[in-house]
């Protein structure tokens, strides 16, 4: 029976680990046009209760002479990440706002494809520090809003791009998320345009090209190589991001 034990607790940990297994990626972009980076982690989950995708998105720039200094968390119950389940915000939304942290809970989905999403949160500095009151406090502003079925946070879609099947016959379809404002902007499209050589740091790439429009707004253009790495995006015609390394990144950014 001693020798069962060791066999057994083997097993155990095995069984554990089949029923929780992460996968952790990160890219880091660059901008000279946007002062800046952006950087998103990637962290796929599959464990007993199902799978999940966690986002991890950092901004860093400058746009439209408006500085973004922000983090957004974004929990997706499937790796497609087109239903988040909740978010969190940490940082700017507006130059002449202090600094905002909030939460945004899904709490219903309805027959008529419309989630509904708790939202709540404080600025900052008025926060209670104090982890023993922490406990018993609640956030001073919250609201309640109706969000349309696959509803996107923007900077998400530099996740989902590159996984998006290299076909002219297909049109992703969704609703984006303004992240800052918690404005939703109804009926975007993304479509795959072919194989194009393009030009990155002097190198020559022939790379998968996608474009994401909607009323009102610029054409994005997405770059994916064949390894679906996204490595290049343009925002708006004016604001080019494209893959780096971390310590580049941050190198642009102290400059």
């Known amino acids: 029976m001693i020798h069962k034990i060791p066999l057994l607790l083997s097993a155990f940990f095995l069984t554990l680990l089949s029923f929780s297994q992460e996968k952790t990626k990160t890219y880091w972009y660059t901008s000279n046009d946007a002062k800046g980076y952006i950087t998103i982690q990637k962290i796929d989950s599959v464990h007993k209760t199902g799978i999940s995708t966690i986002l991890k998105t950092t901004v860093k720039a400058t746009f439209d002479?408006?500085?973004?200094?922000?983090?957004?968390?974004?929990?997706?119950d499937t790796h497609?990440?087109?239903?988040?389940?909740?978010?969190?915000?940490?940082?700017?939304?507006?130059?002449?706002i202090k600094p905002v942290h909030f939460t945004g809970n899904r709490i219903k989905k309805d027959a008529k494809s419309i989630s509904f999403w708790n939202f709540d949160g404080d600025f900052v500095d008025e926060m209670e520090t104090d982890p023993d009151i922490q406990r018993f406090s609640y956030a001073k502003y919250n609201a309640t809003l109706r969000i349309p079925e696959r509803t996107i946070p923007s900077f998400n879609i530099w996740a989902i791009v590159p996984n998006l099947p290299f076909d002219r016959k297909g049109t992703f379809k969704f609703n984006a998320l303004d992240e800052t404002k918690l404005y939703v902007k109804k009926n975007q499209t993304i479509n795959y345009l072919g194989k194009y050589k393009t030009?990155?740091?002097?190198?020559?790439?022939?790379?998968?090209?996608?474009?994401?429009?909607?009323?009102?707004?610029?054409?994005?253009?997405?770059?994916?190589?064949?390894?679906?790495?996204?490595?290049q995006v343009q925002l708006d015609n004016l604001y080019t991001f494209t893959l780096t390394t971390k310590k580049e990144a941050l190198t642009t950014i102290s400059q």
């Open 65 to 76: 002479n408006e500085v973004l200094d922000f983090s957004l968390t974004t929990i997706n």
């Open 80 to 96: 497609k990440m087109v239903s988040p389940v909740k978010i969190v915000f940490d940082g700017t939304i507006d130059a002449t």
């Open 199 to 231: 030009t990155i740091h002097g190198n020559t790439l022939a790379l998968h090209k996608f474009v994401h429009q909607g009323k009102g707004m610029l054409p994005i253009y997405y770059w994916v190589n064949d390894n679906r790495e996204l490595v």
